[in-house]
């Protein structure tokens, strides 16, 4: 058994080395690369705009967030959830893994996160837009949103912020949906997104690769099941007690991260 496996193993070291071959060939020439550049912005634009004219919309989505040991081994972490929107300023999301069982509401002016496992609910004052929240959560909690560079009024120039190199790979199916396949490079991770054809082109995967962690962990959503305008069931985005919660700090509600809290995050290799 461990024979074949070792065998099968060289085997897809060889024909992963065929594609990169490949791949130099095919990326090897300057016009070429400026107009997969061209094509490739033109296609984020139009799913950013078409992102941000939806008043309202919902999705379902599956991400999986990888860690790596001290001993370099890579461990993915899954979980699923929901995600309703209406602009400006409305947002509910939920999250459920292995780990935590988590809502967000907001509603204006306050998000709420639940803990539905431990029954405890921290507040706190956020009046302001979705966009606003996404900031307040990433850059001053560390509390980041699913995908929220997706959900923003500006996400194109948000997602295009310091990138380096861009490339159209054409197209790729995913569970039966064709779909636009673009990656992009910065200073600190690589990231693709698949964008849906036709009049509704919104992102379908979206992954982003450290650059900068031992053995490039990635961040993977996926998203099914798009709602937008009239089709996106009607819910109230105000946060209701009634499973008698009891109230904490923020600072006291464990595990609403991705990353468990029994994960001790290290340093960058």
Not at 23 to 46: M, N, Q, V, Y
């Amino acid at each position: 058994m461990k024979k074949t496996g070792t065998k099968t193993l060289k085997m897809l070291i060889r024909y992963m080395s065929t594609v990169a071959l490949s791949l130099i060939i095919l990326f090897g020439t300057s016009a070429g690369i400026k107009a997969d550049e061209a094509d490739a912005k033109r296609i984020l634009k139009a799913m950013s705009n078409y992102m941000a004219a939806q008043e309202s919309l919902s999705f379902e989505f599956d991400a999986i967030l990888e860690v790596v040991t001290h001993d370099e081994q890579k461990l993915a972490l899954a979980s699923s959830g929901t995600a309703t929107l209406k602009r400006p300023n409305k947002i509910h999301v939920t999250r459920s893994g292995g780990f935590a069982d988590i809502e967000f509401s907001f509603d204006g002016k306050t998000l709420t996160l639940l803990g539905k496992g431990q029954n405890l609910y921290a507040q706190m004052e956020v009046p302001g837009t979705i966009d606003h929240l996404v900031d307040e959560l990433q850059n001053t909690h560390n509390r980041p949103l699913p995908a929220a560079d997706l959900l923003l009024s500006n996400s194109y120039d948000e997602l295009m912020r310091d990138v380096v190199d861009i490339k159209d790979l054409g197209s790729g199916v995913i569970d039966g949906v064709e779909c636009d396949y673009l990656a992009f490079r910065n200073k600190e991770v690589d990231w693709q997104i698949w964008i849906a054809h036709g009049d509704r082109p919104y992102p379908y995967r979206y992954v982003i690769t450290s650059k900068h962690l031992s053995s490039g962990p990635q961040y993977t959503i996926q998203t099914r099941n798009w709602k937008t305008g009239g089709e996106v069931a009607a819910i109230d985005f105000h946060f209701k007690n009634s499973t008698k919660a009891e109230k904490i700090d923020l600072k006291d509600l464990r595990d609403a991260d991705e990353l468990p809290s029994h994960f001790k995050k290290g340093g960058t290799k």
